[in-house]
């Protein structure tokens, strides 16, 4: 079986394939883990979904993830640098000017599907983050939140899957699909050489429609573009994840148009990491100042101190956009043999381990641990947009 993409969730299909038996090989163009997967924030959100498909995925993985970081740390010993894994919970607030009925109407519906959020007052919301505005109007807070070091949660994955036998060839881009004697996909080509296989599996990320088009098959998957901007190291004043409530209605539009909503929190080396904007521009990967200060901005409603801090670095990266915010994995519908394991969006690095145990699961003619249907590439939501034709 062929995997196409070392990112986080090539990395973490391999390994679940490698571990049901499959003799894996990771084809991937460039380096390991040098799309998306090191361009994001690694957050692990249950609380910015609706209920719906793209929950139920986030809340089985919330349970994988914590026995998860414990095998692969014990599998990878001591000198494997820490997934800086931390179950720190989620903040969502309004400010004064924000629209308080519609958070509380969100997070009573998330409840009625299992999801934990507790709502807070200003005040108890200001003892879990004293530096908060104290101009916020009302919060939420979401004890299942976490966060992971993703691009080391990437490497670790894909150490794992090296472990049990995955093959990984690093350079090779995939370029065509082989032909067998019926004309089916028997593997791919790539500038490194032909590897034939019974089963490929497209997860390349924002560039899984193009690899999907020249195997043969369709999907609709576009990038999305985000900034996130990282401050120098500080002392830790911010403990949670903490967003405005702005933000879920940005991760679920449709939008092409610039969209930005704030998303604060601090990481283990002391750096505090603003998100995040969303725009549908292609593979422009050109700086937009414009962007970056209305991001700062933002931030610094949430957190006034912000504003006194100074930006260390600045990047952008491009979320596996699909129509329907929902990932796509199994077979697609017209090409047998083909598989993907794509279209996370903003979620890639939190749902990897759902995805890898769906995609082993059914690959492995076994039932997965939740229903495999609303993620196919066959769902009805998929069909208007599904073409031959080169996505943007
Ligand atoms: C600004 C921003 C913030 C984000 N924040 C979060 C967050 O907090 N939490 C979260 O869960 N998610 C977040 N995400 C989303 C997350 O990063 C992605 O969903 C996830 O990384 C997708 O992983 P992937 O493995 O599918 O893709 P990628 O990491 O892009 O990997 C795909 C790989 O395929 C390779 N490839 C492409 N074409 C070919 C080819 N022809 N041949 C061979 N190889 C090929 C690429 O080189 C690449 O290495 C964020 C994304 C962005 C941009």
Redesign the pocket.
Known sequence: MVV???????AACARALSKKGFSVTI????ASV????A??????LVSDKAPGAELTMAQYASRLWPDLVAELANELGRDFPSLEFEPKGGLVVTLADGDARALESFAAHQREYGVRAEPLGAAEARLLEPDLNPRISSAVFYPDDAQVQ?VIAAEAFLASARALGTRVVLG???IGALAGDQGELAGVRTTKGDFPCDHVVV?????SGE?ARVLGGSLPVAPRK???LVTSRMTQRVHHKVYDADYVGAVESDDRGLQTSTVVESTASGTVLI??SRERVGFDASLDVAVVSELATKATRLFPFLSEASLMRVY?????FVPDHVPVIGEDPTCPGLWYA?G????????APSTAEILAATLSGEEPAIDADPYSPARPSLASFLTNEPTE
């Open positions: 196409v993409g070392a990112g986080i969730i090539g084809v991937e163009r460039g040098g799309g998306t997967s361009s994001g924030e690694g957050n692990l993703p090779a881009s995939v997860a390349a990320g924002p560039w690899v985000g900034f996130i998100g995040s952008c990266g491009f979320r596996p794509t996370h969006e903003g979620a890639g690095i939190g749902l």
